[in-house]
């Protein structure tokens, strides 16, 4: 490929011996064109393909530097050589430092000359347009990228920065330039606020890259402070010399606080902002090793809410979590900066009493906890109350690690809600015993149903006036392969808790009901049978539908079903109970009152339950002769039972004074080990035959076999 060559001279000879020169073959591959004037030389510029130019400063229509100003202002990007006489090359270095690339003074120069000083200025424009391209590209690469980079010479002065690190450090390129890297880059320890070494001067110095440490903070010109990591690396020149040091760094404040947060999140509560059991079981460990240096000692907490389920069910989920905040705040009010309060999930939260917490110093803080949480809460326009149960184990004298300790804690605070809810207890280690007996139940009862190792013994009632059998208590038990006979009291408590109560409550009224028509069926009379409703089972969803769906499936005529609700279950929710009762009136079935007058009833209420019994409570049976009232609650029951048209039934009978008491004050029906105590099936057909009410003599009683 020919270089194209423009001469531009007035003097036709003159030129013509130029392009001779460069037509030789020992020249190279040049092609030239001759113009004589500027405007010609300016004319041929525009449509390009010129790879230099030979050029005569006068012309026929410009005159000296003027001449070669207006090309290169034409042209810039093409490469010019000055032609001028001796006695002009004063006019051709002042060209030179306008941008002309060299000179030739006429007459002192051989064709090869020209034709090598033309090849080597082409082919530095050609290099430098290259290196100008590249360096552009690098230009817009470097301020596109997010990331900041500052450049340094030797000496660690600012010779460089791209748009990003004039953003993160507030300087001006211009600004910049010529300044210390420390002063444009100043970096402090960000917990310290200590000034740091620039990793710069540390590249400088030692001739390897450096890392920045951890924390670093870059304080900004206007003084404000952004996270940063980054690197810092030496720039080595073509002689593989250190000439300078770039450090590249970006903004880390974010993933920074992200990373903080996360690790926040990790260890506290989403809800109540509280430790987690993560950092709760740190801190307890913590507090134990402390303490085991010192030998002081350190309680733990177990706080459970009562009946917080209810709230949940009654007002929904965002204002049972708005009552655990509030919780949350009241517990941390009541202990020590140094002490830790934990939600451990649910409505259970955790209270770590830090070193020096004696036994009373634990009992102080439960009962303010207690009083605390007592007091009314102000909820969506609700006033809720709620009040709470207190496990409390002690290192060393309970436990001697986190996990065995929280354990022991969770322990007594069962037992405080076994005793009665609302109160704190203390581990003893004879808890552990029914904490073990406890899971064993549980884990049994989820098999018993299929095994179907539940059976139903039956307690008579009888008429007391007539001595007749008028009705059966249908009494739970479970035949356990290892305990034998188990009694409900054992085992109804934590089928609650499990939730097997319900499925366990429908399989007693279903069986119950199957008995009730094969008695019936035998020919035997039996007003009816009564079965009773727990708690749960009674608020349950589907519990009317359930009933009726059982009294269907079986066969038994609904008036020929008793179900016996305690009175407390009822007043719980007063208006709620009318309502459910009134669905079971709409079947048919007989509704009875149980332990009637343990509760606190209001008479206006009780007006609006569709009942049929009254059931006396044995506590005011038991009290009859005894100095005890002497009868008087029984007396005053009979008489409200009586009046508002009610069946009154007497529990837990035991002897001839309280029948004879009973019978005078014209009582209905009573029950009790008089009489007979739970029978299995056959044995109560086998009493229902006789259907005759035994005397306090006890010649005459049904026995239960072993």
Known sequence: MAYRVLIVTADADYGRALQGMLGAAMAGPFSSERVGSLSAALACLPAGGIDAMLLELTLPDSQGIETFARLFAAAPQVPTLVLCVPAQEALALQALQCGAQGYLLQGLFAGYLLAQSLRSIIQRSTTEAHLGLERARAAITLDSISDAVIGTDLLGNVDYLNVAAEHMTGWRRDEARGQPIDQVMHLVDGETAVALINPVRLVLQQNRPMGMSAGTVLVRRDGRQVAIEDSAAPIIDLGGRISGAVVVFHDVSE??????????????????????????????????????????????????????????????????????????????????????????????????????????????????????????????????????????????????????????????????????????????????????????IESSLWQALERQEFILHYQPTFDLQSGAISGAEALLRWRHPQWGITLPARFVPVAEECGLIVPLGRWVLREACRQALRWQEQGLRLEAIAVN??????????????????????????????????????????????????QLKGIGVRLAVDNFGTGYSSLSYLLKFPIDVLKIDQSFVHAIGTGNGNGVIASAVIAL????????????????????????????????????????????????????????????????SS
């Open 255 to 440: 993933a920074r606080a992200m990373a903080m947060r996360m690790a926040y999140l990790a260890q506290h509560d989403y809800l109540t902002r509280l430790p987690n059991r993560v950092l709760l079981n740190d801190r307890i460990a913590q507090a134990i090793s402390l303490a085991e240096r010192s030998g002081n000692a350190i309680a733990l907490m177990f706080l459970d809410l009562d009946h917080f389920k209810a709230i949940n069910d009654s007002l929904g989920h965002a204002a049972g979590d708005q009552l655990l905040q509030a919780v949350a705040r009241r517990l941390s009010a009541c202990v020590r900066s140094s002490d830790t309060v934990s939600r451990n999930g649910g409505d259970e939260f955790v209270v770590l009493l830090a070193e020096g917490r004696d036994m009373q110093d634990a009992s102080v803080t439960a009962q303010k906890i207690i009083a605390s949480l007592a007091a009314p809460y102000a909820i969506d326009q609700h006033e809720l109350r709620m009040t709470c149960s207190i496990g409390i184990s002690v290192y060393p004298a309970d436990a001697d690690s986190a996990q065995v300790l929280l354990k022991h804690a969770d322990t007594a605070m069962y037992h405080a809600k076994d005793v009665g809810r609302n109160n704190y207890q203390f581990f003893q280690h004879a808890m552990n015993v029914r904490a073990v007996e406890r899971q064993a």
């Open 641 to 704: 039972g009586t009046s508002l048209g009610y069946r009154v039934v007497a529990a837990g009978v035991e002897n001839q004074a309280q029948l004879d008491f009973l019978r005078q004050r014209q009582c209905h029906e009573g029950q009790g080990h008089l009489f007979s105590q739970g029978l299995a099936g056959r044995q109560f057909a086998a009493l229902l035959r006789t259907s005759e009410c035994p005397e306090a003599d006890g010649e005459i009683r049904a026995e239960v």
């Open 533 to 582: 409703i727990s708690a749960l089972e009674f608020r349950h969803a589907d519990f009317v539908i359930g009933v009726q769906a059982i009294l269907e499936e079986t066969g038994l005529p609904p008036a020929c079903l008793q179900l016996e609700i305690t009175e407390s279950v009822l007043m719980s929710d007063a208006e709620a109970s009318a309502e459910i009762l009134h």
